[in-house]
Nanobody, 125 residues
């Protein structure tokens, strides 16, 4: 798996926006699908969004559709998660992860064995 570093989290109020960033560390993730996952206290980690290796397709969990947008900039080796209209239920640690095989369309169903440190997003009501 590609090692990734998340950043951009913070404490915001309901309705605010944040942009999370995911940087490849030590290896390119060009040609690999990348996704965002989150884990709230006391809950299992869940899929949030992903983007295909070429940026053509993206998928979102229903609860964030219309509010979150995933994008990638392979030249900068970055994947972003733009989060608008944040809600308290979006509070979680957010993680990114990349497919271990190239040219994939989704990472949603991959059982990742390791994760980075993540970035905390806290939305106050």
């Amino acid at each position: 798996q590609v090692q990734l570093v998340e950043s951009g989290g913070g404490l915001v109020q309901t309705g605010d926006s944040l942009r999370l960033s995911c940087a490849a560390a030590g290896r390119t993730f060009k040609n690999y699908a990348v996704g965002w996952f989150r884990q709230a206290p006391g809950r299992e980690r869940e899929f949030v969004a992903d983007i295909s290796w070429n940026g053509v397709s993206a998928d979102y969990v229903d609860s964030v559709k219309g509010r979150f947008t995933i994008s990638r900039n392979d030249e900068k080796q970055m994947v972003y998660l733009q989060m608008n209209s944040l809600k308290p239920e979006d509070t979680a640690v957010y993680y990114c992860a990349a497919d271990g095989s190239p040219f994939g369309a989704t990472v949603r169903w991959i059982n990742f064995s390791s994760w980075g440190q993540g970035t905390q997003v806290t939305v106050s009501s």
